[in-house]
């Protein structure tokens, strides 16, 4: 009787009585009436429980569902963040390994800046100071290269003007020369003719 659910040993308890009391008078059909209208509602009630209880096992057939399936989703979840998360890491150790490697760089050119700086200084003062001795070599230079064609002409000019029939240039223009270049003794026009 222990495995008995209460409605039912009420039922059993009941039908005894019933059983004990006998069905032949009244009181005892009231009974008895009493006892089948009990019986009938502690049957619905015994359905309705099996029915609550098939749909609370229904319900929690789809809670554990759910509960499971949320579980999944959450390791997704997880998983998919976790997976993010290393990608950010990752992106963040390249920017960093470039920060340094731009700070690296940086270094190495405020050292090395300086020293180019100083270098284009030197090289522009050495410059600077051998201009003036490049240019006199140039003039040096010059002097000799075309020294015999100077002489040359400047001996032609002379004889041209000294002479008595200029060749190359107008009369006029060699008396005009002759008379403010007029030698006051004869040998001055010697050497002047003999001037190389």
Do not use: W
């Amino acid at each position: 009787m222990k495995n008995l659910s209460p409605g039912v040993a009420m039922l059993t308890l009941m039908m005894t009585l019933m059983m004990m009391a006998g069905c032949t008078d009244s009181a005892d059909e009231r009974f008895r009436q009493l006892a089948e209208q009990s019986l009938y509602e502690q049957a619905e009630q015994n359905k309705r429980l099996a029915e609550q209880s098939k749909q609370i096992a229904e319900a929690s057939r789809r809670l554990v569902e759910g509960d499971a399936a949320a579980r999944k989703d959450l390791l997704e979840a997880q998983k998919h963040l976790s997976s993010e998360l290393h990608d950010e890491r990752a992106g963040l150790d390249r920017q960093r390994e470039e920060m340094e490697q731009e700070r690296r760089n940086i270094a190495t050119q405020r050292h090395r800046d300086p020293i180019i700086a100083q270098t284009i200084g030197t090289v522009g003062l050495t410059l600077t100071c051998l201009l003036p001795l490049l240019l006199a070599g140039y003039v040096i230079y010059a002097l000799n290269r075309s020294g015999d064609e100077n002489d040359a002409l400047s001996e032609l000019l002379i004889m041209e003007m000294t002479a008595d029939q200029p060749l190359l240039l107008p009369r006029s223009l060699t008396t005009v020369a002759a008379i403010e270049h007029t030698p006051s003794s004869p040998d001055a026009v010697g050497s002047i003719n003999c001037a190389p």
